[in-house]
């Protein structure tokens, strides 16, 4: 037998193994290729180009949720380092867990730690999430007017009236607006008899994703509808074709707030 044959030989046993092991096409998987049947992980990431066995193995141990993710013991239980990996490291393995915990812990936090401060990065990822939200053929009509410098803070605290003694620690104040004549509007011609109600509508979807990510990412927040709406006009200069919404606190807790009672389930959601 010649040299060219036993190469070629050779080449379909090793091509013929390397199917077996991976039951791929070819014998080195992309990224994530080995993994169709989990959820790829920065473990999986990592074995790009190599044996996918490898990478096979590699993904089913990672996708196996921490205990504090299996139980839903929250951030608590991931700081004491329970389970495989951090929660942290998991969350795409358990997110109904992870909503539910930033759900249940968010509270309106009226006491705030000033030894802690959110930087202008932090509230743009903050408010990049709240430009996610939902609203009337996507018109968008929310806006936010951020206060971080210490003259503006104390402009804002002024027009909140009683609160202003509750925002001491905060590291953002920021204000909500809707334009008009956008939600519940087509062409500048209003389509529904609300009109801009639509508008306050969706400026509260966006503030309740603005509040839900402030908490993912371990913040805290208040929602103020009591302020002085021409007080904060002149202080941003906000457009008369605004509606000046809310003031929203941005900081972190300084004490532990309890949960309010809530109404009934059966009071508020009716099935037919």
Not at 59 to 87: F, H, I, L, Y
């Amino acid at each position: 037998m010649d040299m060219k044959t036993v190469l070629k030989l050779w080449s379909v046993v090793a091509l013929a193994g390397a199917l077996t092991a991976c039951g791929q096409k070819a014998p080195k998987a992309r990224e994530g290729e080995c993994c169709k049947d989990s959820q790829k992980t920065e473990c999986c990431q990592k074995h790009e180009g190599k044996h996918c066995q490898e990478g096979q193995d590699c993904c089913k141990k990672a996708s196996q949720k921490p205990a504090c993710c299996k139980e839903g013991k929250g951030d608590a239980s991931c700081k004491k380092g329970e389970g495989d990996a951090s929660c942290q490291a998991h969350k795409a393995m358990c997110p109904s867990a992870a909503f539910d915990q930033i759900v249940a812990t968010r509270r309106s936090v009226r006491s705030y730690d000033g030894t802690k401060t959110i930087t202008k990065e932090q509230v743009c990822e903050v408010l990049a999430a709240a430009q996610e939200a939902p609203s009337w053929i996507n018109y968008e009509p929310t806006k936010y007017y951020v206060a971080m410098s210490p003259d503006k803070i104390a402009a804002v605290k002024e027009a909140v009236g009683r609160n202003k003694d509750r925002l001491d620690g905060v590291s953002a104040l920021i204000v909500s607006t809707f334009e008009r004549s956008k939600s519940g509007f087509v062409d500048g011609v209003q389509r529904d008899p609300i009109g801009d109600i639509w508008g306050g509508h969706d400026c509260g979807l966006s503030t309740a994703f603005l509040i839900l990510k402030a908490r993912a990412m371990g913040f805290d927040t208040l929602i103020m509808g009591g302020r002085d709406a021409d007080a904060l006009r002149a202080t941003f200069s906000i457009p008369e074709n605004e509606t000046v919404m809310a003031v929203i606190a941005l900081g972190y807790r300084k004490d532990e707030p309890q949960r309010p009672p809530r109404r009934p389930f059966d009071e508020v959601v009716k099935f037919f």
